[in-house]
């Protein structure tokens, strides 16, 4: 991985921008067939967002930008990413601290039994949530959409607080589609995911991600931004960007709302400091969403007697921010919209990822929209020169 090298840019048959998970599976899936790739990133490493590293002091494996679970139902999903690691399973379960009581999350049967200080069976708790829920009967928002779903006890309690802390947005004026992400179970089952494939790779992502790019076909530049090229406008061979849309265009039609993330790292002389690897917290009154302990997402891993916590809290990104959940109100989708108008006028440029196409992908989407834009569209127009019919992934 050396500096950015003019010549070498001008062989390439495709430049990645971005080495997060959508751009290194389009760069891996491109040399495989013996293309030559460039991937740029203006961070000092790869992996996006999934980047993790050892830390020196304890030896606790650290994800940079919080905390990342793979988990997917697709077995060509896990199939590909199993060339590039082996894997530990892990299974998410997380807490939520309420008014000074824990409660697991996702909201399940144990959950909603210690809500009502009694033993609930399945089909008691269905009907108490029914019961609660049924003031909302058309859900036009996340606050309603929350409240359809687990009714109006539950959503006060572990969502209205989190959220207006995770988005500092009225979750009125927050999509509905936002809070479907989270699961509700009336049996005991705690597992914050259903999939089928659950775990984290083995040795860390970022060795994973070091084998997708351990090739001569790929040459990986970091520490570059993709507009400090002078030749950015005009480049010499076809391009995936996995940036901000809205960036690409120099804000034309104006920025799009994004949340990002800050994390204070804190190391604890104890073995253990929260007894769990994420506890979220519900309260509207302490400022963090959440803390993750890192050395519980690695049990089998002899680590010493010192652990380290992150403190999580979320805000606005500025222009300067790693953007992390796109706030998706109505002017951000008509804006999005204009930019998406914008791209399908490219030649020469692919937009894909959470950044190029405004959506928010865990990371099996974003490897699962990247192996299909490969086949679908950036493989054809390589082999071919078919044209680029679509300039987004989704």
């Known amino acids: 991985m050396t500096q950015f090298d003019s010549v070498e840019f001008a062989d390439a048959d495709l430049i990645v921008v971005g080495a997060g998970f959508y751009g290194m599976t389009i760069a891996e899936r491109a040399a495989s067939e013996g293309f030559k790739v460039v991937v740029l990133d203006k961070r000092d490493h790869i992996g996006g967002n999934a980047y993790s590293y050892v830390d020196s ?58 809500f009502n200080g009694r033993v609930m069976s399945p089909a008691e708790a269905r009907a108490w949530v029914a ?33 207006l802390k995770q988005w500092q947005t009225d979750p009125r004026d927050l999509p509905a589609e936002i809070i479907t992400r989270l699961p509700v179970r009336f ?8 999939d089928v494939y659950q775990c984290l790779p083995r040795d860390g992502y970022t060795p994973l991600f070091a084998k997708m790019c351990a090739t001569r076909k790929i040459a990986v530049h970091l ?21 901000p849309i809205d960036r690409y265009f120099e804000f034309r039609f104006g920025v799009l709302g994004w949340r990002t993330v800050d994390l204070e790292l804190e190391t604890h002389e104890v073995d253990d400091f929260q007894g769990c690897p994420v506890m979220n917290y519900a309260d509207a009154d302490i400022p963090w969403t959440r803390i993750s302990e890192f050395k519980h997402f690695h049990p089998q891993r002899a680590y010493g007697p010192r652990t380290v ?16 959940y796109p706030i998706n109100l109505v002017e951000d989708k008509a804006r999005y919209n204009s930019y998406r108008e914008l791209a399908r ?6 937009f894909g990822g959470r950044l190029g196409t405004y959506r928010y ?11 299909s834009a490969w086949e679908k569209h950036l493989r054809p127009h390589l082999a071919n020169g078919a044209p680029l019919e679509l300039r987004e992934a989704g």
């Open 131 to 163: 019961e609660t829920a049924r003031e909302i009967t058309e859900p036009r928002n996340l606050e309603e959409k929350a409240i359809s779903l687990i009714g109006r006890p539950l959503y006060e309690t572990f969502v209205k607080g989190y959220t």
């Open 187 to 194: 049996n005991y089952d705690n597992r914050y995911f259903n």
């Open 223 to 243: 520490g570059v931004d993709w507009f400090d090229l002078p030749d950015h406008r005009e480049p010499p061979a076809p391009v995936v960007y996995t940036g």
């Open 57 to 114: 002091a304890t030896g606790i494996e650290i994800h940079k930008y919080g905390p990342h679970v793979f988990h997917t139902n697709s077995e060509q999903i896990f199939a590909y990413l199993s060339k590039f690691t082996e894997w530990t399973p892990y299974e998410q379960r997380t807490w939520s601290l309420s008014k000074g009581r824990i409660y697991p999350l996702p909201i399940n049967l144990a959950t909603i039994s210690l």
């Open 309 to 324: 916590i992150a403190r999580e809290f979320s805000r606005f990104a500025g222009e300067k921010d790693d953007p992390y």
């Open 361 to 371: 992908l865990d990371m099996h989407q974003a490897i699962g929209a990247a192996l």
């Open 345 to 350: 006028e490219e030649k020469t440029v692919f």
